[in-house]
């Protein structure tokens, strides 16, 4: 082994790590990977090195190491651990989030890049020296499921226990692959990250924000972040592999989406797989939660090409989840899960001096006080600016395994993934879009529902909430490759397949002249049982100028069944109603953004809008703006 190791990489390693982890660290037969972890261990210098193997040993070595060095505190119920953040690092930073790409190379204006030369030289000179006194953990994982066309390799290298301990929990373990693929000479690539918190202050929150810096660089399947603890911009093998894994698929012919994927049961215990792209805080994750129905994920995942249809499988296996609202009565599967022993991370939540944690929305009535991301906090406490603090911020977060939910696929890890039978786009959207609805056609989905989706933004990023914006397949975030080019992957991406998914629209915002959500949080299950009859073509439907809506009897019946609840034809007519303003309107905002910020619009985009815009415009000749489902029933 050691002859193949260039002398200085066998030297460093062989004086900064201790025998134990060197001798796993040689493990995995691979000299790009010994490279790549000398390297960093030299830059950063850290003073001890510890190699994650998988074994129980390791694993619980890291969650007593997550409690020890600060980062996590233990709750009341076994296996329940909580972590702060700092109170200017909660959501996703994409002021400081670049792309890092060779001269010559444009993304584009909707994508946010940075020379490469110049971005990498900013991350050496901050990661330089900055794990001084700090352990580096280095981890090995698999995005997809192991051993599978869709597995990615990636490793991990960090000074947080917390982060390699919320990987742990959210990404298959990588180890035994690593091994496998280097013995057998298939480890030429893999993605790795390099992750410093940096200083940190007495509440062991990053401290030195001004230096937070997440970069990808695209090409060489790096990302660099640091100064930053916010699991959005720390876990590697989330948000930020994303990046990576688009361009791969890219080149690859095959998608990376920001979608849940979810197992719908229909008539006689028959079950068809969903895809969902929701922009954060838009629903994803209730929704892959629904009752009764099979979770495979509620975040990200690839999508290949079988043999004549679409195979979906989660790249992850747990969930960092969104907090905030989660109760007893929307929530009975996740509620349960919270309020179990098992192995769970709360972020940025309240806990009290019980050992409790308390989240906006909870159902329960708020404690008085206890501890949150502010410090010691109580009811009444302001910020700087005078506001009023939350017991917990609207971005807390959970981190748990998926297995570790009773409603988890029992095919969660199928290296063959899932048929897909549809796909679906949602977002905020309170005036426009009615709750569901089909498109006309493959090509009519991915640009109508697909690139045309548009949100209010959220918490899950830093910066103003609720202003609308134009969210290509609720992707645009993460996107490395050019818009333009990206729809036209989705575009091309089922040409040749006899089983494409039908493509659909949810919206779960919807509301009335006087701000009232027309539709209950639990609506979305008939909404999805209507979509599920609709791929086996086992209801008819009502075509609009925007596509197929449900008819009122099989929605009754939908609601009556699953839900308990009575449908009135009053309550359809107005969330069913086709706005032909708001639609038309809709429809400048998204020709605008592809017009001013997409530079390679593919010209179907705006063909496809314009017959859009004159079936809207013929319908509102005949029936005017607001049109009423029934007066399209033939
Ligand atoms: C997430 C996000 O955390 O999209 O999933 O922000
Ligand atoms: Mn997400």
């Known amino acids: 082994m050691e002859e193949i190791m260039d002398e200085v990489v066998a030297f460093t390693l062989k004086s900064r790590l201790d025998e134990a982890n060197y001798k796993k660290l040689l493990k995995v037969n691979s000299p790009t990977l010994h490279k790549f972890v000398a390297k960093y261990v030299e830059h950063c210098n850290p003073d001890t090195v510890f190699v994650n193997d998988d074994s129980e040993e390791s694993v619980e070595y890291i969650r007593k190491t997550a409690i020890e060095a600060g980062e996590e505190g233990g709750l009341a119920i076994d296996g329940h651990t909580y972590h702060f953040d700092n109170s200017g690092d909660q959501g996703r930073d994409k002021k400081n989030t670049r792309i890092l790409v060779p001269k010559g190379v444009d993304l584009g204006p909707a994508i946010d890049t940075r020379d490469r030369d110049a971005g990498c030289e ?15 953990f280095i981890s090995f994982f698999c995005l997809g499921p192991a051993n599978s066309p869709f597995t990615i390799p990636c490793v991990q290298l960090t000074d947080s226990s917390y982060v390699i301990h919320n990987e742990f929990l959210l990404y298959r373990p990588g180890y035994q692959e690593f091994i496998r693929r280097a013995d057998s000479n298939a480890l030429s690539k893999f993605f790795r990250f390099v992750h410093s918190q940096g200083e940190v202050d007495e509440r062991k929150v990053s401290k030195n924000l001004d230096k937070r810096r997440i970069y990808i660089d695209l090409y060489h399947d790096i990302v660099y972040s640091t100064n930053t603890q916010y699991g959005g911009n720390s876990i590697g093998l989330k ?21 849940l994927v979810l197992g719908i049961r229909g008539p006689r215990e028959r079950m068809t797989y969903f895809t969902g792209a929701y922009p954060s805080m838009c629903g994803k994750t209730s929704t892959a939660m629904l009752e009764g129905e099979s979770i495979v994920g509620d975040d990200i995942a690839y999508l290949r090409r079988g043999e004549s249809e679409v195979r979906a499988a989660n790249a992850e296996r747990g969930m960092f989840g969104i907090i905030q609202g989660v109760n007893a009565k929307d929530d009975p599967l996740l509620w349960k899960a919270l309020n179990s022993s098992g192995e769970i991370i709360f972020s940025n939540v309240l806990v009290t001096a019980s050992g409790g944690v308390h989240w906006i929305d909870k159902g329960v009535e708020s404690p008085q006080k206890g501890l949150n991301y502010s410090g010691e906090w109580y009811i009444g406490k302001k910020d700087t600016a005078g506001k009023d603090i939350p017991p917990s911020h609207p971005n807390a977060r959970f981190t748990l395994s998926l297995n570790s939910l009773g409603n988890a696929d029992p095919r969660l890890d199928d290296p063959e993934g899932f048929e897909i039978g549809g796909m679906v786009y949602g977002g905020r959207d309170s005036d426009t879009c009615v709750p569901v609805e089909e498109a006309f056609d493959w090509v009519h989905g991915v640009i109508v529902k697909g690139a045309c989706l548009e949100s209010e933004t959220t918490a899950a990023t830093l910066g103003k909430e609720g202003i609308r914006e134009i969210n290509p397949m609720a992707n645009l975030d993460f996107l490395s490759v050019p818009v333009g080019r990206y729809i036209q992957m989705n575009i091309d991406f089922v040409t ?18 006087e701000g009232r959500w027309l539709n209950e949080r639990n609506d979305k299950k008939v909404w ?15 075509e609009t100028p925007t596509g197929f809506i449900p008819i009122y009897d099989d929605l009754e019946i939908l609601f009556r069944e699953s839900l308990h609840k009575d449908y009135s034809k009053a ?38 809008l314009e017959t859009q815009k004159k079936r809207l415009m013929d319908a509102k000749g005949k029936f005017g ?4 489902p029934f007066v399209l029933l033939k």
């Open 122 to 136: 900013e991350a050496h000179q901050i990661l330089n020296n900055i794990m001084k006194g700090r352990k580096l």
């Open 528 to 542: 999805y049982q209507w979509m599920e009859l609709r791929v086996h073509d086992d209801v008819n439907a009502i």
């Open 571 to 608: 309550e359809y007519n107005k969330q069913f109603t086709i706005r032909i303003p708001e639609n038309l309107a809709k429809i400048e905002r998204v020709k605008k953004f592809y017009e001013t910020q997409v530079t390679d619009t593919p010209a179907i985009l705006f063909e496809v």
């Open 625 to 628: 703006d607001y049109i009423p």
């Open 239 to 259: 948000k930020l592999a994303m990046r990576l894994a688009i361009l791969k698929a890219s080149t690859e012919d095959w998608l990376t989406e920001h979608m």
């Open 496 to 513: 040749g397949l006899k089983k494409a998914p039908l493509i659909f629209s949810v919206n779960y915002f919807l509301k009335d002249e």
